[in-house]
């Protein structure tokens, strides 16, 4: 998105990952006319993972996919202290819940650690 701005070449649909400063960048530059769309699992997924493999460990049976939900917001929909944090590093994912499967780490957590 930088590139097009330095090339002074108008805004094109972007897609992204659920990084903190894409969703900034995204945000910051909607009024410019930037339209986005940011999704995916985060790193959450892997404590997902490892509970499942704790329960096989545990002798439990265990389903052989699981499936998470998209954290994913587009524009116009971007909103401050929930889908970006204006305040925060650029470099952590964004959307790290899955409740379903008991996993709830808040942005604010993960910055804290």
């Known amino acids: ?8 070449h108008a805004f094109v649909p972007f ?3 659920t990084e903190n400063g ?4 995204c945000a910051a530059h909607a009024a410019d006319g930037l339209k986005c769309s940011s999704a995916g ?3 959450a997924q892997v404590a997902v993972a490892i509970k499942t493999a704790i329960s096989a460990l545990e002798g439990n049976v265990v389903p052989q996919s699981v499936k998470l939900p998209l954290a994913i ?3 116009p929909n971007f909103k401050e202290g929930q889908d970006y ?5 650029d470099n952590f994912f964004v959307g790290n819940s899955f409740p379903t499967c008991g996993i709830n780490f ?8």
Do not use: L
């Open 85 to 89: 944090f204006p305040d925060q590093s």
């Open 22 to 25: 894409f969703r900034k960048f």
């Open 1 to 8: 998105v930088q590139a097009m701005i330095d090339a002074k």
């Open 41 to 43: 699992t985060g790193p």
């Open 15 to 17: 897609g992204g990952e």
């Open 73 to 75: 917001v587009e524009d």
């Open 106 to 113: 808040s942005a604010q957590e993960i910055m804290g650690q």
